[in-house]
């Protein structure tokens, strides 16, 4: 069955265009109540409740007004989280034995845009059949429940996570002596990071923790670091950190200015858990992982795998093969024995957890692996149907194939979105990376315009 409103990571879109209005929230919150409230009880009442987190964009207070209305309607019990980074809102779901918990968060988007997260009572996404449930019932009237549900402010939400963060590091570990700079993207974190790494002993500064309901991710946070890299050369930090809008993606800056993406931290955490914790049984990363990472693991002999684009693809791939590490490029890390989801401050400990065990600064650290250039192209088509299959196109991925001799790679993959194919070619040499990438680019375009 065909999902009409779940993506692969929740429903997100323009806030008041299409789905993204408190109308369809309210339908959601009885639909989600609904279907989640006959899973199963919950201790804190003997039925269900749901939990529901947002980040701080302003349509937030909107749709958690609609969503919680739905709610109890349907007969749910309603905890309100407030501003709260969403792998923070999986683990409250966890801790309070609720149903599900819900994220209010367009994450990296800017404030115009708006969406809607689930997690399951494990804190984990809802598998497909449950959001089909979903959908399901959001074609059904609403019928208020013969028994409301109740809501509550949970106050001690965000002490709460600071303390799993903390936890997440081994008794007495600590940050003592450490200069950090923090972006919090004026997002979901400015409330929560800045006290986690505080509490640990470093000497922090943090940008992007006022959040005003229309600053968020503007021109700061891990989509646009230049201001965190202008700081810590300012301030003569050690590092900085960047998180995203809700708090699931993170990436460093050295101490020279320089951005430290999500490959080379997940190298640098596997290099850690090789070294200093008994060993990496394997990382997962996606198709778009630098060349250079997977070459980096092989050295190492630690296994590596890649999966579709998107957390959903990492985390099914990581539980197949029974391993606990993986993430993406754009800094979304799981460390599944620490947590269920990507955790932007988790992550960001385990890194500097590899850093105090090393004993190296983190620009040193990184060199340990070698990044390959790489080049990509967004080609605009008329039609994409056939294209990578047709033999021009094979062919010249061919003919890059062997000039690359095995120390690159191509990869052509269509855009979910848009009528695009993106052509992608790493190698040693970054001339000829590009060179490559036009002659694939060229001829894709004719063969997609003809």
């Known amino acids: 069955m065909t999902r009409q409103y779940f993506g692969t990571d929740g429903i997100r879109g323009r806030v008041g265009e299409g789905v993204i209005t408190p109308d369809f929230m309210l339908r959601l919150g009885y639909a989600a109540g609904k279907v989640l409230g006959k899973m199963a009880g919950d201790k804190r009442s003997g039925r269900a409740s749901i939990l529901i987190g947002k980040d701080t964009r302003v349509s937030g207070y909107m749709f958690e007004a609609a969503l919680e209305a739905g709610l109890i309607n349907a007969g749910v019990d309603v905890g309100l989280l407030g501003p709260m980074p969403t792998p923070?809102?999986?683990?409250?779901?966890?801790?309070?034995h609720a149903r599900a918990g819900i994220v209010i968060s367009a994450s990296h988007n800017p404030y115009q845009d708006n969406g809607i997260k689930f997690f399951n009572a494990d804190g984990s996404k809802l598998p497909d059949q449950v959001e089909q449930d979903i959908e399901a019932a959001l074609e059904q009237p609403i019928i208020t429940a013969p028994n409301l549900g109740k809501a509550w402010r949970i106050d001690d939400a965000a002490a709460r996570y600071i303390?799993?963060?903390k936890a997440s590091t081994p008794w007495g570990f600590a940050l003592d002596g450490l200069k950090i700079v923090l972006d919090c993207a004026n997002g979901a974190t400015y409330h929560t990071a800045p006290k986690v790494f505080r509490e640990l002993g470093a000497e922090v500064s943090a940008i992007g923790v006022s959040p005003d309901g229309l600053n968020i991710n503007l021109e700061c946070g891990s989509t646009n670091p230049r201001q965190l890299q202008k700081t810590v050369l300012e301030m003569g930090a050690d590092l900085g950190i960047a998180f995203d809008g809700d708090g699931d993606r993170v990436l460093f800056v050295d101490r020279d200015g320089e951005l430290i993406d999500g490959d080379q931290l997940l190298f640098i955490i596997a290099l850690h858990r090789q070294q200093y914790l008994g060993g990496c049984n394997g990382v997962v990363g996606t198709l778009m992982s630098n060349y250079g990472f997977e070459l980096a693991l092989r050295e190492r002999n630690i296994p590596f795998e890649r999966a579709k684009?998107?957390?959903r693809y990492v985390l099914e791939k990581m539980q197949a093969n029974g391993w606990s590490l993986g993430g993406e490029s754009s800094g979304h890390i799981i460390c599944a024995d620490a947590t269920t989801t990507g955790d932007g401050i988790v992550s960001a400990l385990?890194?500097?957890?590899a850093v105090s065990d090393f004993g190296e600064p983190l620009q040193k650290?990184?060199?340990?692996?070698k990044m390959l250039p790489q080049h990509m192209i967004n080609v605009r088509l008329a039609h994409r149907d056939g294209v990578l299959d047709h033999a021009d196109v094979r062919a010249a991925v061919g003919e890059a194939e062997r000039q690359l001799a095995n120390t690159g790679r191509v990869l052509l993959r269509p855009s979910g979105t848009e009528p695009l194919i993106r052509v992608m070619v790493e190698g040693q040499d970054a001339a000829q990376v590009e060179q490559l990438a036009k002659k694939i680019s060229t001829v894709v375009e004719r063969v997609g315009n003809a």
């Not at 923070?88 to 309070?96: K, Q, W």
């Open 350 to 353: 385990q890194v500097l957890r």
């Open 163 to 165: 303390e799993f963060c």
């Open 365 to 369: 650290l990184k060199q340990r692996m």
């Open 88 to 96: 923070a809102i999986a683990y409250l779901t966890r801790t309070f």
């Open 309 to 311: 684009v998107g957390d």
